[in-house]
């Protein structure tokens, strides 16, 4: 887990009506930008010190009256756009001014605030946040969002382009997701969240539903990376040696459920909580599906199907559809989840070697593995023998998987590679393996004949605790290499 401490941040969500419509000022984030470069986001960013001393009214924490005035400054110097109501009168050429000096460093908002007599109350506005920057990144964010109706009597400078800022651009959520899921543009979780809730229930309808984060210290229960792709990090059984199960939906106006969870009672509340917010917005289930039928993953379907009368798919079931092409991947049944616009297309393929009967689901439309225990980010997944998983079974599926154009890896335990295509983590955990069964043979050359001392040396970067499951990678491996013909020797496992 990263060390970084989030850094306090403010952002403005200005929106307007237009024709009926409700519409977001939306920027893309320059190019060379250190964090999130070349996505779509509301104005703003980190705190200055010069930010904490301004006056703002209304009982709320400093934090937040702190990003409120951080907010306020950077719309102002990254789009031109000054969303606060002044008593004295402002030229755009004395706005155009002040815009300079602040790119210059020659003043700050609390001089602003001072000169133009700006009265601020918070109360006047609504906001959610913090929104807290998961740990494992470089950069991490303590970030509120402040929502201003944009007013015809407000400021603003057109076409004050910088650095920071490729594109400043007003247009409707719903317009901003379809780009989003035809892959034209970026948005984090907190954006695309913040825009489906504007969708659905407009503004100022959308604040009931803004008032739930899910990212709130280092809790994080909710991830929405892609167009579609929503990831429920629910809490792993302590004997699975996992912090959490990645439980996935996928879809919007229909939607499908992958790896519902072990069934715990704080994981079916989450799951609960989130399903019947889906249903709020509209959408209907379509199924639930599981990568196998290992407890963590498959126990919470019976209960989720059960409250909400949803039909469960049965490995059995896929299992009907599959194609067998020799030396390809083997596909089974495929679900298509209608939407008003482009629908999402989930193929289920046929993945032995962790157990033998294992699926993974690819999302074509975002290029999304949901790759259950093929693959997790908190250690390598254990191939049991004695649970009927088999270590060439394994290596293969991980080539075939390989084939796969994949932009995101969805991993069945730990925290996803958001910014990592899919391809490279295959290619690195293929070779981590290949690199593990070398050390066995080459320990086997050297004369080694029990099992014990095989694990002993070929296991010695493994912690104690997990010498558990290394016992068992190990009998996979040996039974896989004498399978290929690459050991004779009877080494008692």
């Given at each position: ?13 200005v ?13 893309k ?9 070349g ?6 960013g ?9 006056e ?39 706005l ?10 020659e ?35 303590e ?5 201003i ?6 400021l ?36 695309a ?19 739930k ?15 579609g ?9 302590p ?6 199960i ?14 519902p ?41 019976e209960a ?12 059995s ?17 495929q ?53 009927n998983?088999?270590?060439?079974e ?23 590679w ?27 050359k050297k ?23 290394a ?7 040996l ?15």
């Amino acid at each position: 887990m990263s060390g970084n401490v989030p850094k306090l941040a403010g952002v403005c969500v200005v929106w307007r009506k237009n024709k009926g419509n409700i519409e977001v000022l939306m920027i893309k984030r320059g190019k060379d930008m250190s964090f999130l470069p070349g996505h779509h986001a509301f104005p703003g960013g980190s705190v200055d010190e010069e930010d904490r001393n301004c006056e703002i009214y209304g009982p709320y924490d400093e934090k937040v009256k702190s990003s409120f005035a951080g907010a306020i400054r950077e719309i102002l110097e990254e789009t031109g756009y000054f969303p606060i109501k002044v008593e004295k009168n402002i030229s755009k050429e004395e706005l155009v001014k002040i815009w300079e000096k602040l790119h210059r460093k020659e003043t700050h908002f609390g001089e602003i605030q001072k000169k133009f007599n700006l009265k601020i109350n918070l109360d006047d506005y609504f906001f959610s946040g913090p929104w807290i920057t998961p740990p494992g990144l470089s950069q991490r964010f303590e970030t509120y969002f402040f929502f201003i109706e944009w007013k015809e009597h407000f400021l603003n400078i057109d076409n004050q382009i910088t650095r920071e800022v490729d594109l400043i651009e007003w247009d409707t959520p719903e317009n901003i997701l379809q780009r989003w899921h035809k892959k034209e543009i970026s948005l984090s979780t907190p954006i695309a969240y913040i825009l489906e809730q504007i969708e659905t229930f407009s503004l100022p309808g959308a604040f009931q539903y803004l008032k739930k984060i899910p990212w709130d210290k280092d809790k994080y229960t909710y991830f929405h990376p892609r167009a579609g792709i929503h990831i429920f990090p629910l809490p792993a059984p302590p004997q699975t040696f996992f912090l959490n199960i990645n439980s996935i939906v996928i879809g919007k106006k229909e939607m499908l459920i992958i790896d519902p969870g072990g069934g715990e009672e704080e994981s079916l509340n989450e799951m609960i909580y989130w399903l019947e917010h889906f249903t709020k917005m509209g959408s209907k289930f379509m199924g639930i599906c599981i990568t196998h039928e290992h407890p963590d993953h498959a126990n919470g379907a019976e209960a989720l199907s059960q409250h909400f009368g949803i039909r469960k798919y049965p490995l059995s079931e896929l299992f009907k559809k599959c194609e067998y092409p020799i030396g390809k991947i083997i596909r089974g049944k495929q679900f298509v989840l209608n939407d008003k616009y482009i629908p999402w297309i989930v193929d289920s393929i046929y993945t032995p070697g962790h157990t033998k009967e294992h699926f993974c689901y690819y999302e074509t439309t975002t290029q999304t593995l949901i790759a259950g225990d093929m693959i997790s980010s908190e250690g390598p997944v254990v191939i049991d023998p004695d649970d009927n998983g088999s270590m060439s079974e394994y290596m293969d599926s991980l080539n075939k998987l390989n084939q796969l154009n994949i932009d995101l890896l969805i991993p069945g335990h730990g925290m996803p590679w958001f910014y990592m295509p899919g391809n490279v983590i295959i290619e690195k955990l293929i070779q981590h393996r290949k690199h593990r069964e070398e050390r066995i043979l080459n320990n086997i050359k050297k004369g080694i004949t029990t099992f014990e001392e095989l694990l002993s040396t070929s296991y010695d970067d493994v912690p104690p605790e997990r010498y558990v499951l290394a016992r068992q990678q190990l009998k996979a491996h040996l039974l896989d290499l004498k399978q290929r013909g690459l050991i004779d020797k009877d080494i008692p496992i």
